[in-house]
C-alpha cells in the first residue's frame, strides 16, 4: 500500500498548526504554499482563528464602539505584519518540510522572466522576428 500524497482531517488541522507532514505529502505542501491561492489560504489561516478571542473585547462593560475599537487596535496591525511577514514564513514552513526555501519564490520569478521576455521582444532585444 503506497502512503497518502493529501493529509487527512487530522494531519491537515496539525499542519495549520504548523505541524510537520510526511516526506509522501511534499508536493501537496509545495502546491499549498507556492500555488494558487496560497496567500489567501495563508491570510485566512491566521486572521479568521483569531476573531473568537478577540471577541472577547464586546464583554468589557461600556459603549460597543469602545470594544470594537479595542478589537481594531489588535486587528488592524495583525493584518498588516501577516501580509508583511507571508514570504518568511512560506520559506521557513518550506524548509521545516526539507524543502528548498527558493520554491517560495518560484512563481514570482517565472513571471518576472516572462515579464522580462516580452519587454525585450518589444524593444528589438529579444530573439528576432521569424525565430533565426
Known amino acids: ?21 510526511p516526506a509522501s ?15 489567501r489560504r495563508y491570510m485566512l489561516r491566521v486572521l479568521i482563528p483569531i476573531i473568537p478571542p478577540l471577541c472577547l473585547f ?9 470594544g ?3 478589537m481594531a487596535l489588535l486587528y488592524l496591525p495583525l493584518i498588516y505584519f501577516t501580509a508583511a511577514l507571508m514570504y ?12 528548498d526555501p527558493a520554491l517560495a519564490d518560484h512563481r514570482e520569478r517565472e513571471r518576472a522572466a516572462s515579464a522580462r521576455e516580452v519587454y525585450e521582444r518589444a524593444h528589438g532585444r529579444g530573439t528576432p522576428p521569424g525565430g533565426a
Open 25 to 39: 505529502m511534499s508536493q501537496w505542501v509545495i502546491d499549498d504554499l507556492t500555488g494558487p491561492g496560497a496567500a
Open 1 to 21: 500500500m503506497s502512503e497518502p500524497t493529501t493529509p487527512n482531517l487530522f494531519q491537515r488541522l496539525r499542519y495549520i498548526a504548523g505541524g510537520k507532514l
Open 58 to 66: 464586546l464583554l468589557i462593560p461600556g459603549p460597543l464602539w469602545m
Open 68 to 70: 470594537l475599537a479595542m
Open 88 to 99: 518568511v514564513f512560506r520559506r521557513a514552513r518550506l524548509a521545516k518540510h526539507g524543502l
